[in-house]
């Protein structure tokens, strides 16, 4: 089946700082989510990006879908930027698409 | 509204006891999910619906019982549950599993259900 791989797994940032979240997909994919988790288990969609680039904020986001990789900016890092980030990916099975998580990037964000 | 609310928030269950987890969305979502979240890992696909029909179960074993009654609501039936079913029960909805216009497989999460299994 198809790997998804994020890096870094973990990350420590110093309030203001940015930074730059990965994320490899092995095959080709029908859709790429982003998502945060924040430290009570919600999960957040932060882009809907198959292919292209979108912006919200302090957070971008590029997905170069021939080349199998999806990148997440965030910029002026915040404390409640902290949490989780995942990559999610579609893709179609027996029956029909099922959706794959990477392992995820951990931030905490530092005042 | 993206709401996605799921009852309970918390469940201690015995392995002998009969639960069931419940998932409500009113935004018209044709797609509905249930994915198990362990400690520290990411969310794993369980079972999808589409149109009130399981099209996806990640060879999910028998003590889960999805059941879609309606179009807004997902329940997930426990029975015999083991401890190592202990985990974080996500449910999820979205427009379409595969949609044809841009966000419409967008997935909204709920809250979640942290179930313990004694």
């Known amino acids: 089946g198809i790997q998804v791989e994020q890096s870094p797994p973990d990350l420590i940032l110093q309030e203001g700082a940015n930074s730059t979240l990965r994320c490899n997909f092995s095959?080709?994919?029908?859709?790429l989510q982003w998502f945060h988790q924040n430290p009570w288990g919600q999960l957040i969609n932060l882009f809907y990006?198959?292919?292209g680039t979108k912006q919200n904020g302090r957070l971008s986001a590029t997905t170069v879908a021939t080349e199998r990789y999806s990148l997440l900016y965030i910029s002026s890092s915040q404390t409640t930027d902290s949490g989780v980030y995942f990559c999610?990916?579609?893709?179609?099975?027996?029956?029909?698409?099922?959706?794959?998580f990477g392992a995820g990037t951990r931030l905490f964000v530092k005042a | 509204d993206t709401e996605v609310t799921q009852t309970p928030k918390h469940l201690v269950m015995g392995m002998t006891n009969k639960k069931s987890l419940k998932c409500e969305q009113h935004?018209?979502?044709?797609?509905m999910y249930w994915y198990k979240q362990k400690a520290k890992k990411p969310p794993e696909l369980m079972f999808v619906?589409?149109?009130?029909?399981?099209?996806i179960n990640e060879s999910v074993p028998s003590r889960f019982s999805p059941e879609c009654p309606n179009s807004s609501l997902l329940n997930l039936h426990l029975h015999a549950l083991q401890p190592e079913d202990s985990a974080l029960y996500l449910c999820?909805?979205?427009?379409?599993?595969?949609?044809?216009?841009?966000?419409?497989?967008?997935?909204?999460f709920g809250p979640g259900t942290r179930l313990l299994v004694l």
């Open positions: 999820a909805s979205s427009q379409e599993v595969q949609g044809y216009r841009d966000n419409q497989e967008t997935q909204y």
């Open positions: 095959d080709s994919v029908n859709n």
């Open positions: 990006i198959p292919s």
């Open positions: 999610a990916v579609s893709t179609r099975d027996t029956g029909g698409f099922k959706t794959i």
């Open positions: 935004m018209g979502h044709r797609a």
């Open positions: 619906y589409s149109y009130e029909k399981l099209s």
